[in-house]
């Protein structure tokens, strides 16, 4: 399987990809449009990216938050309700103080996703801890048998037992039916909150740690967004506006814009394959070409606030407690999977605890 060097400066650790993404790297960093299969494009050129992304908005089907819940219908109401709800669970957890006791050693990114779960929606009934569970991306029908049982459970909680806003919404539900509904819209917002930022934080750490006490968290974590983005992909089915933006592009094509490229294109970066958050002193991750690890201006990530604040708040733990790869570690795998993270980063105590960087 290739393997690709990410930063020879920590123990020349190696990124090895699963063969497909690999294969993108190698035929079409630099390119901006090119034929994937008979039916799609892709696409990697900045000036092509934002053209075709503001030729048209993303559709329901092309939004993950809005996409039918077995057939229903998910109203931008009911998506902004449950929204608003979990930002406002991540909002209570910023709000506590760094844990004094908490060991987050072991396999990452098993250990922050379990971290964060806790931390942003506590310890919660069975039926709503299990929907954040990483075992559910096995199948579509694991995560829809673990809605379904949920739902089946009749009851609130004593007052003692303390609940999230998300899950407070769904026992607000009247029926079975609107209970199950409520349930898979907990997972859908919930779930990718904890995925997203262990992916983000276990990249980080892979590529730079132990970091410099000069690098503030914010730069570490633009830069590892730009070499291992979570969301890598963005996919446009066809449509009539494409055609008009590129001719390259047919009527009946999908297209796939590739941050995954755009974030290594050396005509943007310098010194595109190294891991260097000290890049960021100068520039701005709001309007730099091609970097679009939130996607587009017009129709930004709705979790990006939540998940930069957290990804802070876990690497304020990592650099306070001296976290880093064990040394005898310096290979770790991309699968092809959802979201692009490196999979068991064995992750230790490399030095004694020191200051947070500011």
């Known amino acids: 399987m290739p393997e690709r060097s990410r930063d020879a400066r920590h123990g020349g650790r190696t990124v090895r990809f699963a063969p497909r993404i690999d294969a993108l790297l190698t035929?079409?960093?630099?390119?901006?449009?090119?034929?994937?299969?008979?039916?799609?494009?892709?696409?990697?050129g900045p000036d092509q990216m934002d053209a075709l992304l503001r030729s048209r908005p993303a559709n329901a089907e092309e939004r993950p938050t809005f996409k039918p819940v077995r057939a229903r219908r998910v109203s931008r109401t009911d998506a902004s309700t449950y929204m608003q709800a979990v930002s406002s669970d991540v909002r209570t957890a910023l709000r506590r103080p760094l844990e004094t006791d908490v060991d987050l050693t072991g396999s990452w990114p098993q250990v922050p996703?379990?971290?964060?779960?806790?931390?942003?929606?506590?310890?919660?009934?069975?039926?709503?801890?299990?929907?954040?569970?990483?075992?559910?991306?096995?199948?579509?029908?694991?995560?829809?048998?673990?809605?379904?049982?949920?739902?089946?459970?009749?009851?609130?909680?004593?007052?003692?037992?303390?609940?999230?806003?998300?899950?407070?919404?769904?026992?607000?539900?009247?029926?079975?039916?609107?209970?199950?509904?409520?349930?898979?819209?907990?997972?859908?917002?919930?779930?990718?909150?904890?995925?997203t930022v262990a992916a983000l934080v276990t990249n980080a750490v892979w590529l730079g740690a132990p970091f410099d006490d000069a690098l503030p968290n914010r730069h570490i974590i633009h830069e590892a967004l730009r070499l291992l983005p979570p969301s890598w992909n963005i996919l446009r089915v066809a449509s009539p506006e494409f055609p008009a933006v590129d001719e390259r592009i047919g009527a009946h094509d999908d297209i796939l814009l590739l941050p995954l490229l755009s974030h290594r294109d050396p005509k943007l970066w310098d010194d595109p394959e190294t891991f260097l958050p000290e890049r960021w002193n100068d520039l701005d991750p709001d309007t730099h070409p091609g970097y679009l690890p939130f996607g587009h201006a017009d129709e930004r990530c709705w979790g990006r606030h939540m998940v930069l604040p957290l990804a802070e708040r876990l690497l304020d733990l990592v650099r306070r407690d001296g976290l880093t790869v064990r040394p005898d570690q310096s290979v770790a795998t991309v699968e092809l999977d959802g979201l692009m993270e490196v999979s068991d980063v064995r992750v230790t105590h490399g030095r004694t605890r020191s200051p947070v960087a500011a």
Request: proline content about 5%.
């Open 113 to 195: 996703h379990a971290y964060l779960r806790d931390l942003v929606f506590g310890r919660e009934r069975l039926r709503f801890r299990v929907l954040v569970d990483r075992r559910l991306e096995l199948t579509p029908k694991l995560t829809w048998s673990a809605v379904t049982s949920g739902a089946a459970l009749l009851g609130r909680p004593g007052r003692q037992v303390p609940l999230s806003k998300l899950a407070s919404l769904v026992l607000d539900s009247a029926t079975f039916e609107d209970r199950r509904y409520a349930m898979y819209l907990y997972r859908r917002v919930a779930a990718p909150v904890c995925f």
């Open 27 to 44: 035929r079409y960093t630099g390119a901006d449009v090119f034929r994937l299969e008979p039916d799609t494009i892709g696409v990697a």
